[in-house]
């Protein structure tokens, strides 16, 4: 607007502020706009007042280019830093189907989760686009859920928290004392250990389910700080540990872990005993009425439904603090860390959460058309996170392998920082890749730095608990010349994620192939042949039978006995349970199992047999009531249904 002037001082000066101020919104903006004023000012007081000026010219079309570049993502992503632009959307949860015949059968819930471990209990991750799409504060509904077993109910008006062990004096208190207490309410990013277990479980099987990239979520936390309410009722000098206990029922007794008193009673960890989830009350799911907050801990160690603490000399002795939430080196596999005790040294328990990035969009499967009108440019956004505080001032992608990198813009959410240097939270970053770069690559990946320069490798590292993956997140470009893809019928680049999340197919990564059940003949009760729709009449509470890999099992006797708690095998009674135990454990689930084999189910079983006589030829055909989801297929299910016509999809 100002051509004429371009060399006058005041318009260049005011150029500055504004390219600063449209910097704003990343992290390293300022520093990177003033490094780059300076080094334009050095080279234009070389060059002559024409070229000056042509330059000049060419700044403010570079400014302009950036604001342009910088609405297109605000608008494309709707960025908002508060809970109160949580969509109306968010909040429409119900008791879906898939719950009213399991011991959660009260709770409501989103239909968006993705349930990865059968109907019970509920381990849930979350389509990652669909969560940054909610911005840097994550929906309740929308929050990643782990749990070991059934969410207790627990009656508030009962409800009491208690402490023991090394303290001056035991006590309890109420839901009603705790809120007497001064409070703080802290945006907190909580991760699961498994988070992007998926991709390690395609490489080869580890002990876990198929976590995506999703489990993960950020949330304000308000409770009472556990290092004011320890130092209300004293610590004796003896103390070294204080262990966390929940109010769940399981197998091996309630789920507890320990961390250290240094840890715990440092006002500046936030350690937190949390009774509020973005100004709600905790949803059951989340740990009602009271839970443990760790921030920059992994969620294995930040315990739900809470009712006791103790302050001790040594570790937590609970079953579920030695044996989960571990990470051993890659030669252990499972009868090592059997054998050699791996499980009980405290060397390998995880605490911190490392750091992590994720591409969230564009989502798995989304194609570019080289000839319509999107094709520039496009917008590539995710997530990213450390542990222990750490902020994270530097994200970056690569298009050619490692060998060149970009830097994104980050955004992190209002009052992130606390204690004038510990970010408790997760940032998000974006960056606008033009299309001609697309093309010439074969894939994208992205990579974080923390202040500590703590970064992601390249590679990832199978580990026997299948936790803490964090290599590079990589998205790779399919080029599709000439070819239809999605109904488009001109080159496009179709965008494939490495996995999708649970059993839902899809990602450049091949599955790992599923090792053979080994069963001696001797273990087999061949005689005995059982039809499905026997086995689908054993679906009491105290007749349990199923389905696993064509044998039949009764496992009545087994419910007490189970680690995963007897719900969890009530949940799959009558039905074909190989793909939720597939999702669960490894093969080797057979040998706690081979013991309740009662025989094997029919080859031919007209229950669940449709005769095509036009091809004839027998078709198995599985499917799920399940309208919450409105899914027809679902491995526990049959139905009949009518061929209507063969199409040619593909030459």
């Not at 989960?324 to 995880?350: C, I, M, R, S």
């Not at 969230?360 to 989304?366: A, E, I, K, L």
Request: net charge negative.
């Amino acid at each position: 607007e100002d051509k004429g002037n371009m060399d006058n001082k005041e318009v260049q000066d005011k150029a500055r502020e504004e390219y600063k101020h449209r910097h704003n919104g990343s992290q390293h903006g300022s520093e990177r706009a003033q490094l780059h004023l300076d080094d334009y000012d050095k080279k234009q007081d070389k060059k002559p007042k024409e070229v000056k000026e042509k330059g000049v010219r060419r700044y403010y079309k570079a400014r302009k280019d950036f604001q342009l570049e910088k609405e297109e993502i605000i608008e494309r992503r709707k960025l908002f830093n508060g809970i109160s632009q949580v969509r109306d959307v968010d909040k429409e949860v119900e008791i879906l189907e898939i719950d009213k015949k399991t011991a959660d059968d009260w709770i409501t819930r989103s239909d968006k989760l993705i349930g990865l471990t059968g109907p019970y209990p509920l381990n849930a991750d979350v389509p990652v686009s669909l969560v940054l799409s909610r911005g840097l504060i994550t929906p309740n509904s929308l929050h990643y859920v782990r749990s070991h077993g059934t969410v207790p109910k627990i009656d508030v008006n009962e409800f009491k928290l208690e402490i023991s062990g090394l303290v001056e004096k035991e006590i309890s208190f109420t839901l009603a004392d705790l809120k007497a207490f001064e409070s703080i309410n802290i945006p907190v990013t909580i991760t699961c250990d498994g988070n992007r277990r998926k991709e390690l479980n395609a490489i080869k099987h580890t002990r876990g389910f198929n976590f995506g990239p999703g489990a993960t979520g950020c949330a304000f936390w308000k409770g009472v700080p556990l290092a004011t309410l320890l130092k209300s009722i004293g610590i004796k000098k003896e103390a070294n540990y204080v262990c966390f206990e929940g109010g769940d029922s399981l197998a091996k007794g309630p789920y507890g872990t320990s961390i250290a008193l240094d840890v715990a009673i440092d006002p500046i960890n936030d350690v937190l005993l949390a009774y509020e989830m973005n100004n709600e009350p905790l949803p059951p799911d989340h740990g009602y009425p009271l839970r443990l907050v760790i921030p920059g801990y992994v969620g294995g160690r930040q315990v739900k439904w809470l009712s006791k603490i103790t302050l001790s000399e040594k570790e937590s002795h609970n079953f579920y603090h030695w044996n989960d939430n571990k990470l051993f080196p890659p030669v252990v596999d499972h009868p090592e860390a059997q054998e050699a005790g791996w499980w009980y040294n405290p060397d390998y328990t995880l605490y911190q959460t490392n750091i992590n990035s994720v591409i969230c969009t564009p989502t798995n499967g989304s194609v570019l058309d080289l000839q319509g009108p999107e094709q520039f440019p496009v917008v590539f956004s995710g997530f990213a996170y450390s542990g222990g505080g750490r902020k994270i001032h530097r994200v970056e992608i690569t298009l050619d392998d490692g060998a060149t990198w970009e830097m994104c813009h980050i955004t992190y959410p209002a009052d992130a920082v606390r204690h004038r240097s510990k970010y408790w939270t997760w940032c998000h970053w974006d960056i606008l890749i033009d299309t001609w770069k697309i093309v010439r690559s074969s894939g994208i990946s992205v990579r974080a730095f923390d202040l500590s320069n703590n970064t992601q490798p390249h590679l990832p590292t199978w580990n026997l608990t299948g936790m803490m993956n964090n290599c590079w997140y990589t998205l790779k470009f399919k080029l599709n010349e000439g070819q239809a893809v999605h109904s488009k019928e001109h080159p496009c680049v179709e965008f494939i994620h490495p996995v999708m999340p649970g059993d839902i197919p899809g990602g450049w990564m091949l599955p790992a192939p599923i090792a053979p059940i080994k069963v001696h003949a001797d273990a087999f009760i061949e005689s005995k042949k059982y039809s499905m729709a026997e086995v689908r009449k054993h679906d009491k509470e105290d007749d349990v039978w199923f389905v696993y890999h064509g044998g039949v099992f009764n496992v009545t006797s087994y419910l007490r006995e189970h680690p995963g708690g007897a719900n969890s095998l009530k949940a799959v009674a009558g039905t074909d349970a190989t793909s939720v135990f597939e999702q669960i454990h490894s093969s080797a689930v057979y040998e706690s199992l081979k013991d309740f084999k009662i025989g094997t189910l029919t080859e031919h079983n007209e229950d669940h047999e449709i005769h095509i006589a036009t091809a004839g030829t027998t078709v198995k055909v599985r499917t799920a009531e399940n309208p919450a989801r409105s899914i027809l297929l679902n491995p526990e299910k049959w139905i009949q249904v009518k061929l209507i016509k063969i199409e040619e999809i593909s030459g």
